[in-house]
């Protein structure tokens, strides 16, 4: 095998990492679209992420037309009411308050599902733990998540929906597992503060220190 190989820039590590500090859950965007060119730009970097085995079970599912989205918003509202029935009094108001998608605004929805039982990787690493598969997918959707924001995008994941029902209204194949619903679009306004910390509902904690196992 080549020996290759590549050292990054002090810089691009400080840019890397700020990066990190400015990527944030998205719930409100422009309407500019997103080009063509962009989409599949970030679609190919996500399919650089790791998979075990390399079995590269991610799949991205497009939503176009008005119809689907709106009725991906309808059932967006219909869980969020029932999540709103699990909380009381004070804290059931603010849950209520509180913005936790950008369907109707989002120029580009994207629904990320996981294949099941994959071919690729003839079942290296996951008969141990059959969840690696979908541990991939969601790497790639980090993955995503950053190119995203580097590339002046915002990313929202929505995951008040019930699977079986967009599943249902996506006509997804059965041996796909809905991993994320997303939005993507530029974002109106950019923060290093998370939306939830903002208002109060939850703050970051931050690593603290290692559990040392003696
Ligand atoms: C698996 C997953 C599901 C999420 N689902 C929702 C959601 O349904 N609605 C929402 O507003 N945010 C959702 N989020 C975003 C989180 O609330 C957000 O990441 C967190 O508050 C921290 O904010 P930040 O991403 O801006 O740092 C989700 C995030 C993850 C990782």
Same mark, same amino acid.
Request: hydrophobic share 40%; aromatic share 12%; glycine share 6%.
């Given at each position: 095998?080549?020996?290759?190989?590549? =050292?990054?820039?002090?810089?691009?590590?400080?840019?890397? =990492?700020?990066?990190?500090?400015?990527?944030?859950?998205?719930?409100?965007?422009?309407?500019?679209?997103?080009?063509?060119?962009?989409?599949?730009?970030?679609?190919?970097?996500?399919?650089?992420?790791?998979?075990?085995?390399?079995?590269?079970?991610?799949?991205?599912?497009?939503?176009?037309?008005?119809?689907?989205?709106?009725?991906?918003?309808?059932?967006?509202?219909?869980?969020?009411?029932?999540?709103? *029935?699990?909380?009381?009094?004070?804290?059931?108001?603010?849950?209520?308050?509180?913005?936790?998608?950008?369907?109707?605004?989002?120029?580009?929805?994207?629904?990320?599902?996981? =294949?099941?039982?994959?071919?690729?990787?003839?079942?290296?690493?996951?008969?141990?733990?059959?969840?690696?598969?979908?541990?991939?997918?969601?790497?790639?959707?980090?993955?995503?998540?950053?190119?995203?924001?580097?590339?002046?995008?915002?990313?929202?994941?929505?995951?008040?929906?019930?699977?079986?029902?967009?599943?249902?209204?996506?006509?997804?194949?059965?041996?796909?597992?809905?991993?994320?619903?997303?939005?993507?679009?530029?974002?109106?306004?950019?923060?290093?503060?998370?939306?939830?910390? *903002?208002?109060?509902?939850?703050?970051?904690?931050?690593?603290?220190?290692?559990?040392?196992?003696?």
């Amino acid at each position: 095998m080549k020996i290759l190989n590549k =050292e990054f820039e002090k810089t691009f590590v400080n840019d890397l =990492e700020e990066l990190f500090l400015w990527r944030r859950d998205v719930k409100s965007f422009s309407n500019t679209t997103i080009d063509q060119d962009t989409l599949e730009r970030l679609m190919s970097f996500a399919c650089k992420a790791p998979s075990v085995g390399n079995s590269q079970p991610w799949r991205f599912m497009l939503i176009n037309t008005l119809e689907t989205r709106q009725a991906i918003f309808e059932e967006f509202k219909r869980e969020n009411k029932q999540a709103a *029935e699990r909380y009381k009094k004070e804290t059931k108001q603010e849950y209520l308050k509180l913005k936790l998608e950008g369907l109707l605004e989002a120029p580009s929805h994207l629904a990320v599902y996981s =294949e099941t039982t994959p071919l690729r990787g003839k079942g290296l690493g996951r008969s141990t733990m059959p969840e690696t598969v979908r541990y991939s997918t969601v790497l790639a959707i980090g993955q995503l998540w950053l190119h995203a924001r580097a590339l002046g995008l915002g990313l929202g994941w929505v995951s008040i929906l019930n699977p079986k029902n967009i599943n249902q209204i996506l006509q997804a194949p059965k041996n796909w597992d809905l991993i994320a619903y997303l939005c993507l679009g530029y974002p109106k306004l950019n923060s290093q503060i998370p939306y939830l910390e *903002e208002v109060n509902w939850q703050s970051r904690d931050g690593f603290k220190e290692f559990i040392i196992y003696r």
